[in-house]
């Protein structure tokens, strides 16, 4: 659904912006665009935290070196194999763009051509590997949780304080310091879901909140204030309100659709042609950059005529890249890991003696 938001949003970005139609379309795929990414970091800050937890139950310590091979077999050969294709078709990049995004700062890079814009995101998301497994690590679950709760509280003063005091040459919502909120609320979430062990006040707290997450009320809640911040963000107010809202919602709201098996949009969702986007969606976020060029379409008539081809080609070369390349090379990646994990040498770091007072 991420990856399906962001590619319906480049395809209809439209050229022509004389009309207020035009406008309004151009706006709300820009929105929707920027929604799928968010989906990203909530899926992103609750998958990485629930796995991190799941090493540790099960071997008693995080791998900090297994963490990092495993993600680095998953998101550096794809996104350089797209950047030597950047060169080799020639595409003008802008100086220091080709190694903004080769090592992931392009967020924090002003001097950006269409053809790199998205690595902004995959720049945050390596930020947030960077950080949060080693908090874990280091910290144990209750530091990890203080240090979160102290950054997210930083990053809501700072956020509107920064939009309405710095004027920086690079988009303010696409730096690490404004979004990172963005993965700890589903961080923090995934902890009050699995750190509990289902024992004491901390197991109990978490059935209440599976019980909650669970009810009808609070769905119809939920998906009512979402529409909300959209159409709060819409109509262009209080961005840093709305980027809030939308960062503590989405994680919730997605918890709530895999705690509800039994719903059309759980079954929709374990579709196997939609598990099957979702297996190939890294590469369709690469390349879907090369193929769909925003602004490039003067009217609806035209972006629809042309998006469905476009959108045949991103996937003959997704999955191309994902049974030739991607799949062994997370294969690899993993046995590399597992070879870590047994290894006694292994920089790693147990915290469970740390957290025992919290299970």
Known sequence: MAIGAVIFSHGFLLADSSTRSSRAISYTAGYLGGLGVAIFFAISGYLITTL??????????ISLRGFY??????ILPPAYVYLGFLFLLGKPLAKGEFASAAFFYSNYWADRTWWTQH?????????????WPGALALLGISGALRAAAVAICAILLWRPWSLAHLDLP????????????????????AI????????????????????VLT???FRLAGWMALTAVAAWSLAGSAPAIGT????????LLLVSVVLWPGSAIYRFLEWAPVRWIGRISYGLYLWQQLFLVGHSQPTLAAAAAAFLPRVAMIFAVATVSYYLMERRLLH????????????????????????????
Do not use: C, I
């Open 192 to 211: 009050a879901l699995h750190a509990g062990g289902g024992q004491g006040v901390v197991g109990d707290m978490t059935r209440a909140l599976t019980k």
């Open 332 to 359: 690899y990646g993993r046995s590399l890991s597992a070879r870590f994990a047994r290894s006694p040498s292994a920089p790693s770091l147990a915290f469970a003696k740390r957290t025992s007072s919290m299970m």
């Open 170 to 189: 690079f988009p303010a919502l696409q730096r690490t310091d404004m979004r990172l909120d963005a993965f700890l609320f589903a961080g923090v979430l």
């Open 52 to 61: 991190l937890l799941r090493e540790n139950a099960e071997s008693g310590r």
């Open 215 to 217: 009810s009808g009320w």
């Open 69 to 74: 091979v495993r993600r680095a077999f998953r």
């Open 119 to 131: 690595f902004w995101s995959l720049s945050m998301e390596e930020h947030f590997y960077l950080l």
């Open 244 to 251: 809030l809202l939308q960062s503590a919602l989405l994680p």
